[in-house]
Each structure stands twice: as C-alpha cells, then as structure tokens.
C-alpha cells in the first residue's frame, strides 16, 4: 500500500474485549475505497487494503496474505505453508 495516498477516517474505536479497528476511505480512485483493519488482543490483526489485497496474522506466527486478484498465499502455519487454502480468520 502505497504510503502516499490520500485517504480519511471513516471510524476507529476499541470493543470492551480492548480489540481495535480503524476503516478508512481512499477515494473512488481504490479498488476497494473502504478500507479497514482490526487488531486483537490475542495479538491476530487483519487488513483488507485499498488495493483489494488482504492479509490476516493469527499472532502466533501464521499469516494468509489474498492479493486482489484472489491468489492466496499461506506462511507459518506448519504442514500447512505455501499457496492454497489455510489459516482461519476471526
């Protein structure tokens, strides 16, 4: 993600479970102009960019980056590593 483009907060706040989240809007220029991320306290985060890409940590060391295009890429989670399907979201 570009660390240049313009966008505004829509919203942010922390739940009573003390987990964040953030949406942001970038325009009609991005392929996904309604962008958020969320940040838990089990230390798992999650972003859906303005790129249409995604990417999900567990916090405990596995993450599944989804670029815009629906390729999904897999990484720490055991015999489970590589490209195809794994990793849970929240």
Partial sequence: MPSNQ?????S???NNDGNHYCARDY????SNQNSYHYSNQDGSYYYSNPNGSTYY???QGGSTYTSSSGSRSNSGYGGNSGSGNGGNRK
């Fill in 27 to 30: 325009g009609s220029s991005a």
């Fill in 12 to 14: 942010s706040g922390t």
């Fill in 57 to 59: 940590n567990n916090g």
């Fill in 6 to 10: 313009d966008y505004s907060y829509k």
